[in-house]
């Protein structure tokens, strides 16, 4: 029943500025870690950032550090991807994952959103 929806992919030129939002949705206990991940074509996943919920710690991947901001706002169960300077080899398929349990008996799961398009390009 939990779900995890991502939003605002889309098409955008190089140099340009995208915002990705992920957002929990269903019987939710509570959320930890939260991450955003990506497969361009012929490539395998690669975590992009993540970020955690008790102290808000941030990592990314040097390709995108500089450029790309994840945050989180809890009381919206949302992710977000804040992307600018968008390069061609940023264009990929962009994955929310989040850690989260659906009650306080029940452990953490790894929950994966169905991904959306960014495509970068003139």
């Known amino acids: 029943q939990v779900q995890l929806v991502e939003s605002g992919g889309g098409l955008v030129q190089p140099g340009g500025s995208l915002r990705l939002s992920c957002a929990a949705s269903?019987?939710?206990?509570?959320?930890?870690?939260m991450a955003w991940y990506r497969q361009g074509p012929g490539k395998e996943r690669e975590l992009v950032a993540r970020?955690?919920?008790?102290?808000?710690?941030?990592d990314y991947a040097d390709t995108v550090k500089g450029r790309f901001t994840i945050s989180r706002d809890n009381a919206k169960n949302t992710v977000y991807l804040q992307m600018n300077s968008l390069k061609s080899e940023d264009t990929a398929v962009y994955y929310c994952n989040g850690v989260l349990s659906t009650a306080p008996w029940r452990s953490d799961g790894n929950y994966w959103g169905q991904g959306t398009q960014v495509t970068v390009s003139s």
């Open positions: 970020i955690r919920r008790v102290a808000n710690s941030k």
């Open positions: 269903g019987s939710i206990y509570s959320i930890g870690t």
